[in-house]
């Protein structure tokens, strides 16, 4: 309702620029970043599918992202739903004509979720969807489940977070169904992981294993932000997007 009709009336601001009204001003909104980045951890999970981002993991996206997942902002979804839908956009592009995208939010754990009162990831990707199949065809698939609790992750390093996450993912049999027959129908879908930050890897890696043990390929990770290191050069982007491409079945 127009941000809680902006925080009943004007007690909200824009928590980019500061500026008295909504969450997100419309001038800040268009400035977000919206193509796909390239990404990689260093050291990345062997075998870590191709990794693209809207952006670095600093202001004014760490922020929102912060703001929309601990504190309830709802209407910061939409924003950071289209910044993630237009990377997976950028690669539909690269794709080719007549690609689809199937999108795969990381679970949250069911515990984390009661507690939020909300899935912040699931709603970032069910506008990211609904963005990109305003020119493709493009769907959510909660496809992937946590069968065992997950420690938070936290102040874990690269080797811990991998641990933490090893063997905690499957996949639903229904999603599992369902995308095996596409695949066999021939349908020309990107399967896509999608997650808000990329730091390590791990948790992406984790999706990834999940979904090929189910004979299901990932063929990207996309994420809202990456951790400023994990940036790969603006100007390097378009041939990585040709090389992404090329790597397409």
Known sequence: ????????????????????????????????????????????????????????????????????????????????????????????????????????????????VRARGQDPLLRITRVAAASVRRTRPARVARALRLWRPVADQAGLDRVARASNLRDTMAVRPRERSRLGHRAATGARDLVVVCDDVLTTGATAREAQRALEDAGVRCDAVVTVAATVRRLTSRSDSGGMREDFAESLP
């Open 1 to 112: 309702m127009r941000d809680a009709w902006w925080d009943l009336v004007h007690g909200s601001s824009c928590c980019a620029c500061g500026r008295p009204g909504r969450v997100l001003c419309p001038a800040c909104d268009a400035a977000l970043p919206r193509l796909a980045v390239p990404v990689r951890p260093d050291p990345a999970p062997e075998g870590l599918a191709p990794c693209f981002a809207a952006g670095a993991y600093a202001d004014p996206l760490r922020t929102m992202i912060l703001r929309h997942k601990e504190e309830g902002a709802h209407a910061l979804a939409g924003p950071l739903g289209r910044a993630l839908g237009g990377v997976v956009e950028d690669l539909l592009v690269a794709a080719g004509d007549g690609v689809g995208a199937v999108l795969v939010p990381v679970p949250s754990a069911p515990a984390t």
